[in-house]
């Protein structure tokens, strides 16, 4: 098979590096890739969707797979498809679910799926009379896509008054931010469960767990995510009765009524509370950086999976019994302004998988391109075990000014 991965980050890489192994895999191209997917196959300059649907059909590419949320909003699939092209992932339509969080809500709303108490907004002053009779904290989410940005947590009616102003007056957001949904504060954990689509039902993965925030115990600013831990140890088979339950099956049956089956991966971002589990969001794709820890305890091969489920037939998923432990290496300042192409040192001497993001490869050196640079992902049969294989590993890497957590992994102590 020849195959086409559309994407440039640490996602990305870890498709490629599942790929390179697998015996039905020819050829790899990556749409515009990294520093790793450059070993892995080779990278392209093509990124428009008419400059890749030429490019599958002159290739004679026989499957792609859409990593980043954009061009699947934007139509890939469905451009793929009217050539007659093979691709992994939802029409347009379908990823507005991503694409869309007040249609996202509404879906939800619809087919009784538990979620956050959440009105939308597209009147400024509506909005405001809203937030003055409502408790605090409260979450603010424009509607868009604003590139993990849109959602703020606010404590207090004056922060609420200024974000509201924000997205809905000054457009920080763009058209993102025009249209707003205000919903109920859930105070609980994290999981992400990131399912298989074959267009008639869905097969979840492990649970995952991502870590948003930029500094150790969960402080600080929201980043694209800063480690994850498969499987995570929180989410329990109680939870995931819960969220088969009351997430996952009314999911399929909306889907199926309003025609937005699709073949792909579709991922549910849920809050466990005391109260069981609620959808924070969908995102109909593989995330980063669960897919760093999750893929490769993934034993299918991945092209038999997704094959299969091109075809509408079952899958059945096996992992590893084993834990994997990603961290990100980001750039200093990151998630606010950066500085790139500064040079990665240490590489050499690092026993664990690295799996490159935001880097370049210039000669026989690797240069940073972007916030989140690298990844390095350690496995072992305890979270301890797959933690010092990455720490013992990352910190022989340096870049000026990069840094990364160093508590990923770790709350199983705390049990
Ligand atoms: P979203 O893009 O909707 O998943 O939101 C991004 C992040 O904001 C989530 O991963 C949570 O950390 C936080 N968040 C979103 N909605 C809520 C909520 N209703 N209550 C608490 N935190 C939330
Ligand atoms: N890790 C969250 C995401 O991929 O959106």
Redesign the pocket.
Known sequence: MRVLVVGTGGREATIGWKLKNDPKVKKIFFAKGNASTQEYGENIYEDSIPELVEFAIREKIDLTIVGPEAPLVEGIVDKFKAEGLKIFGPNSKAASLEGS?AFSKKFMQTYGIKT?QAQVFEVYQEALDYVKNHNFPL?I?ASGLAGGKG?V?CENLEEADAVVHDFMIRKIHGDAGIKIII????QGF?ASIICFSNGETLFPCIPVKDY?KVGEKDQGM?TGGMGSVAPSPEFNGMHYADFEKNIMLPTIEGLKKENLDFKGFIYF?L?VTPEGCHL??YNMRLGDPETQALLPLLENSLVDVINDCMEGKPVELKFADQKAVCVVMVSGGYPGNIETGLKIKGLNNVEALCLMAGARKGGDNYYTTGGRVLNVVGFGDSYEAARKQVYDNIKKISFDYGFYRHDIGLFEQKK
């Open positions: 969080k956050a979450v989410k959602v947590i919903e109920d504060f859930l994290e948003k929201n971002g809050m924070l969001e």
